[in-house]
């Protein structure tokens, strides 16, 4: 049972380059959300989607992209990397019917921007 | 600023007495409230949720208490067990004014139970 599978788990990044974050989920959900999480600090949201096609910006979006072709994919991208996006991402996913307020995160991605 | 506070970073208590886990909100809009626990190097995942129509929601040795006048919220652990030790986040969302998709979160509570 794969559930949000994010990858790559760790990733060592230089100041400007830019890299994206896989995330996939199999359990046919229509909602998708980036989170990221600073030392001590909650989750924040960077990124969501309710559907295919569309995405909106969450709380912290400033320096990430994201699409929603499929519905079992949301890669979020970064563009020019910096200091300040050193942070643990995790992908989720939530069903629209049924689980209510339930999310399901990913495993998490540790990325560090040097 | 922060709608969801929870004031406690850390909390130690002892293998079989109760585990008491605070969280305040001050969005009188959140009508839903989730417990989720993360262990390090893993993803968060669902303990409990309680809907703001009832005051109390119980699941085996976990149980949440809702006291919406006082916008505060409470996970009790009884007995708590050494697999417990993990961080605990609140979370809260408002159902209706479109913005039923997302969570808020509180900056976690790291739980340690003593063997």
């Known amino acids: 049972n794969a559930g949000v599978t994010q990858t790559p788990k760790f990733r060592i990044l230089k100041i400007g380059q830019s890299m994206t974050l896989q995330c996939t989920q199999d359990m046919n959900h229509n909602y998708m959300y980036w989170y990221r999480q600073d030392p001590g600090m909650g989750l924040k949201l960077i990124y969501y989607s309710v559907g295919a096609g569309i995405t909106d910006k969450g709380e912290v979006p400033n320096g990430y992209n994201v699409s929603r072709s499929t519905t079992e994919d949301f890669p979020l991208r970064l563009e020019l990397a910096a200091p300040s996006q050193t942070s643990v991402y995790f992908c989720?996913?939530?069903?629209?019917?049924?689980?209510?307020?339930?999310?399901?995160f990913g495993e998490g991605s540790w990325l560090t921007v040097v | 600023d922060q709608q969801v506070k929870q004031n406690s970073p850390s909390l130690s208590v002892q293998e079989g007495r109760i585990s008491i886990l605070n969280c305040d909100y001050t969005?009188?809009?959140?009508?839903?409230f989730l417990w989720y626990k993360k262990y390090p190097a893993e993803g968060p995942t669902f303990l409990i949720s309680?809907?703001?129509?009832?005051d109390k929601n119980e699941d085996g040795r976990f149980t949440v208490f809702l006291n919406k006048s006082a916008k505060h919220l409470s996970l009790h652990i009884v007995p708590s067990q050494p697999g417990d030790s993990a961080v605990y986040f609140c979370?809260?969302?408002?159902?209706?004014?479109?913005?039923?998709?997302?969570?808020?979160f509180g900056k976690g509570t790291l739980l340690t139970v003593n063997p």
């Open positions: 969005n009188s809009m959140f009508d839903y």
């Open positions: 979370a809260a969302s408002a159902r209706s004014g479109g913005s039923n998709y997302k969570l808020t």
């Open positions: 989720a996913s939530r069903d629209l019917a049924g689980s209510g307020n339930t999310i399901y």
């Open positions: 309680i809907s703001s129509i009832k």
